[in-house]
């Protein structure tokens, strides 16, 4: 397998020939670089162990790293059709390890491809990764085996989601993430590395499930709602968000914002409030 992937003509090249371009509607800007695309397979952990989902192929450079680095079983989600004279070239020299869905990754039930665990590992559309992400997160706080998620995202989703209390990008991400995984940066990425460049940089963000904050929360979904309410007026203190509450009860003021309550903050706030 490794030899007929190896063969096959450059992703550029692939495009060229198929006539196929980056469309802005599906927020494709897509990774031609050997060495980065490599390197984020590879980060993947246990990649020949567990099968890995990769949303939005595309031509397939993330896509064929993957395979390179040892992953036994991909399934590809695209939403893009015109991919599929590149997509059906991938498969044929995958040699029975890549199986394609062409479908829309947020109607997707994971769940139902066939396997009781696997990681996710994708370079995101950037108009539908923090839905895509918020999906996944609920999805194991209800006990869906997502072993790992190696995710790029613009550098200040990124942060976003790596961010804690007090910080400038410290938001709801932060708070639904750090409640049930643990996740880090991995490295940045620049835009001269896609196709078309995009204007903001990128970053690799790699989510680990933890066991012992999964137990420990009892609904995602309402933490959810909580940090909606509270970060959609982040400037404003939390009394004049939500009035008529004795704060003290929390050991709270009300006079606090939402960027000063910690996540396990949010998660009893959410137990009794909504």
């Known amino acids: 397998m490794t030899d007929k992937i190896l063969s096959l003509p450059p992703v550029s090249s692939m495009m060229r020939d198929c006539g196929l371009e980056p469309k802005k509607q599906f927020g494709q800007n897509f990774l031609f670089d ?50 599929q004279p590149i997509l059906s070239q991938i498969i044929e020299a995958s040699d029975g390890k890549l199986d394609v869905i062409f479908d829309d990754a947020l109607r997707v039930d994971f769940s139902k491809l066939g396997f009781k665990e696997y990681a996710i590992c994708a370079n995101l559309p950037y108009n539908v990764g923090t839905e895509l992400l918020i999906g996944w997160l609920q999805k194991i706080a209800n006990g869906e085996q997502i072993k790992s998620l190696t995710l790029m995202f613009q550098k200040e989703v990124a942060l976003r989601i790596t961010s804690h209390p007090g910080d400038e990008h410290y938001g709801r991400l932060a708070v639904l993430t ?12 620049p835009n001269t590395a896609f196709v078309p460049r995009p204007k903001v940089q990128s970053a690799v963000v790699q989510i680990i499930p933890n066991a012992d904050k999964i137990a420990a929360i009892s609904d995602l979904s309402k933490i959810e709602k909580i940090t909606a309410k509270l970060f959609g007026q982040r400037r404003k203190m939390i009394r004049s968000i939500i009035p008529n509450i004795d704060w003290k009860q929390f050991g709270l003021t009300g006079t606090e914002r939402a960027e000063n309550l910690s996540p396990e903050m949010f998660a009893i706030l959410a137990q009794n409030l909504i």
């Open 34 to 83: 050997l060495n980065l695309t490599g390197r984020i397979a590879r980060s993947v952990p246990d990649i020949d162990k567990i099968p890995v989902v990769e949303v939005g192929p595309g031509p397939a450079g993330l896509t064929r790293a993957i395979l390179m680095a040892g992953a036994t079983k991909v399934i590809a989600i695209e939403k893009d059709k015109t991919t």
């Open 178 to 189: 750090s409640l049930i995984a643990d996740s880090k940066i991995l490295f940045d990425v």
